[in-house]
T-cell receptor, first 111, second 116 residues
Framework: GENVEQHPSTLSVQEGDSAVIKCTYS??????FPWYKQELGKRPQLIID?????GEKKDQRIAVTLNKTAKHFSLHITETQPEDSAVYFC??????????FGAGTQVVVTP | GAVVSQHPSWVICKSGTSVKIECRSL??????MFWYRQFPKQSLMLMAT?????????EQGVEKDKFLINHASLTLSTLTVTSAHPEDSSFYIC????????????FGSGTQLSVL
């Protein structure tokens, strides 16, 4: 089965700095790579996703980069703000919808 | 966008009782629904996958007789925690996906279950 590793498990950044979270997966059939943000007691929210035919995708302060050869993809948050504080999960998925969530990264943005 | 409604949002029950959690897709037909449990500061753990009209597929280690899943229609799936015990206390979340877009997950708002 899919083996997903997400690093770091916690990330503390100063407001305005950048944050990067990396997700490594093992299943070469994965072709859809989403990142979810989950605030305490709330549902996960899709914040950005990328498909295997694209190397990078950006949406304002958030970007995702994919290296399919090395089987990893990363979430980049620039100009971090306190409201970016949350837990972030990756969930590499294959075309049948089979997925596995990473262990999560607790991001804390300090003012 | 696709909306998934989950009820109740929180429930407190006595040990030994059963609790039913509902997950509804409000504006689309969800051919597949997923149920997860999440302990504090941990990831979502997939419990089972259910397809409309068929039996749920449970992940290894999940007791199917304890966590009963029914997916009777394309818009409703239910999870019943039978004979709940304090160790079943957790955050339970459902998600739904579309037939022709199975990769996208639409999450319910979650149910916090506390068993006394």
């Amino acid at each position: 089965g899919e083996n997903v590793e997400q690093h770091p498990s916690t990330l503390s950044v100063q407001e305005g700095d950048s944050a990067v979270i990396k997700c490594t997966y093992s299943d070469s059939a994965s072709n859809y790579f989403p990142w979810y943000k989950q605030e305490l007691g709330k549902r996960p929210q899709l914040i950005i996703d990328i498909r295997s035919n694209v190397g990078e995708k950006k949406d304002q302060r958030i970007a995702v980069t994919l290296n399919k050869t090395a089987k990893h993809f990363s979430l980049h948050i620039t100009e971090t703000q306190p409201e970016d504080s949350a837990v972030y999960f990756c969930a590499p998925t294959d075309s049948w919808g089979k997925f596995q969530f990473g262990a999560g990264t607790q991001v804390v943005v300090t003012p | 966008g696709a909306v998934v409604s989950q009820h109740p949002s929180w429930v407190i029950c006595k040990s030994g009782t059963s609790v039913k959690i509902e997950c509804r897709s409000l504006d689309f037909q969800a051919t597949t629904m997923f149920w997860y449990r999440q302990f504090p500061k941990q990831s979502l753990m997939l419990m089972a996958t259910s397809n409309e009209g068929s039996k749920a597929t449970y992940e290894q280690g999940v007791e199917k007789d304890k966590f009963l899943i029914n997916h009777a229609s394309l818009t409703l799936s239910t999870l019943t925690v039978t004979s709940a015990h304090p160790e079943d206390s957790s955050f339970y979340i459902c998600s739904a996906s579309l037939r022709f877009f199975p990769e996208k997950l639409f999450f319910g708002s979650g149910t916090q279950l506390s068993v006394l």
